[in-house]
């Protein structure tokens, strides 16, 4: 069965992959060159292409890097389902949209908190080594909210499913405030405006959630297709197989 | 699929279906792709995925 849930969770992220790849190659590779260019151009020279490789190879691994970026994703996605699926509330495709969303807490919601999605030519203030042990810290804490999220909707849908959501959204409430306010800022961008910047960030998180909403849209409908197929057609003659054997 | 299963049973299951092998060779896949895609700094590797770090919001940068 777990073969099963890959492979659809697989084809699921290919879908996404397709998507996401279209969208590096019309909006997010001219964006971040545009962005970056910017950048440059005020600063002199910031961080960046130091021209190691050309612009188009950059813009064909992106697209590549963000196809395969998606079924890594989707295959994630169909394992943590897999094991995860009975504790999860809900019916079979309400947990697919939770897991979803605990899969971008993880992932990426949370870390972001605390170390926002950088646009091209940020200027960071801490190096990469310490920004990787706080990314994973941060993954693992978004993970540890998702759950507490889960438990706490749990324990609330027992006495009412409006109170079990109340319940549920605390933690990422609490977790959001928190990070939000205690941590410092890791990026400037001295050479951008500032809605530019935003601008990104929005785009980043926007599409980030898109993949994980397209996967485990996509797992839904092939479950519920291949479901269909098998109670269909095919059931009657696996039973008059069955039935007509020794 | 029963309502009454438990995350437990779905290990137990997963574990009489995949073989050890399997198992090991899925985790393996699955770290050199995020190792790839997340923590490569080597210089080649990551200029030619600059944008996609970016776009997608990856910290590791």
Redesign the interface.
Known sequence: ???EYLRRGVAAGAVAGVAYGLY?TLV??P???SVEHAARDHAGNAH???G??SEM???A???G??L??AV?LG??FA?AL??????IPGSAAVRSYVLAGAGFLTV?GV??LA??????GAVHQYP?GL??R??VGLAVLGAITATAAVLAYKRGARRHVGLGIVAGAAPILVIAAVLTLATPTVTTYPNHPMDLVAA??G???L??AGIWLLIAGTFNALRRRESEYRNGPTRTTDDALVGGGP | MSTN???G???D??RT??TATQIAA?LAF?TA??FA?M?V?E??VH??????R????I???
């Open positions: 069965m777990i073969a590096m997010g590779n964006l971040s060159s960046g292409s130091g190691l490789v190879t950059t813009a691994v992106s697209a890097s963000g395969l970026w890594l295959g994630v394992v897999y094991l995860l699926e009975p504790a990426s870390p972001w170390l926002p999605p950088a646009a091209p990469i920004r990787m706080a990314y990104y960030q785009l980043t998180v599409t980030q | 299963e438990t995350v049973d779905r290990l299951v997963a279906e995949l899925g699955g792709i995020v895609l923590f700094q210089p080649l200029e030619s995925m600059h944008n996609f970016h776009a997608a919001g910290t590791c940068h």
